[in-house]
């Protein structure tokens, strides 16, 4: 069974820095895209990230340059590290598996809140 | 980035109905689509993806269509548990984008 567990949210200060973790198992997760999808309080779903299983990573606009998104193969992990945090970045954010770019497992995600 | 557009954005239905959800791609997204149900609190799950094809364990009564720029999720038969919020995206391209939801209520 496919099971994805993220960590890592808090509430942080606008400006800060927040690293998410995102741990895979039952599945061979170094032959998967992974992603992250994020939902805004009341709001709709927004794509975030995907790295792909050459490495080879994707950013949404709004997070290019602050958000880097990684995999630890070794580990079956998925990391998503968020510099410069802003108000809007508050959300749940979801991790989620790759099927040739549709997103077929998910975790139930981490809730990153950015406020003073 | 293409802009997805779902409508409508909220139908009241009853069990038994007949419930078709579109989506409009600004673009051409070569039948690179997926759809997704979301209930309150819980993660998205996906029901189909690439315009048509099921993913396993989703019931028969829900299909997709579509080509091009405009695609459609239909649930032939509601059930009470598919009163949910539903979701378009498209995947032929960076970034990947969504639809605003469609809630199916009562």
């Known amino acids: 069974e496919v099971q994805l567990l993220e960590s890592g949210g808090a509430l942080v200060q606008p400006g800060g820095s927040l690293k998410l973790s995102c741990e895979a198992s039952?599945?061979?997760?170094?032959?998967?895209?992974m992603s992250w999808v994020r939902q805004a309080p009341g709001e709709g779903l927004e794509w975030v990230s995907t790295i792909l299983n050459n490495a080879a990573t994707y950013y949404t606009d709004s997070v290019k340059g602050r958000f880097t998104i990684s995999r630890d193969n070794s580990r079956n992990v998925l990391s998503l590290q968020m510099n410069s945090l802003r108000a809007e970045d508050t959300a749940v954010y979801f991790c989620a598996r790759d099927k040739y770019g549709s997103e077929d497992s998910w975790g139930q995600g981490t809730l990153v809140t950015v406020s003073s | 980035a293409i802009a997805m557009t779902q409508s409508p954005s909220s139908v009241s239905a009853s069990t038994g109905d007949r419930v078709t959800i579109t989506c409009r791609a600004s673009h051409d997204i070569s039948s690179l689509l997926a759809w997704y149900q979301q209930k309150p609190g819980k993660a998205p799950e996906l029901l189909i993806f690439?315009?048509?094809f099921l993913q396993s364990g989703v019931p028969s009564r829900f299909s997709g269509s579509g080509s091009g720029t405009d695609y459609a999720l239909t649930i032939s038969y509601l059930q009470s548990e598919d009163f949910a919020t539903y979701y378009c995206?498209?995947?032929?391209?960076?970034?990947?984008?969504f639809g605003q939801g469609t809630k199916v209520e009562v």
């Open positions: 995206q498209q995947y032929v391209s960076y970034p990947r984008t």
């Open positions: 039952g599945f061979t997760f170094s032959s998967h895209g």
């Open positions: 690439q315009t048509s």
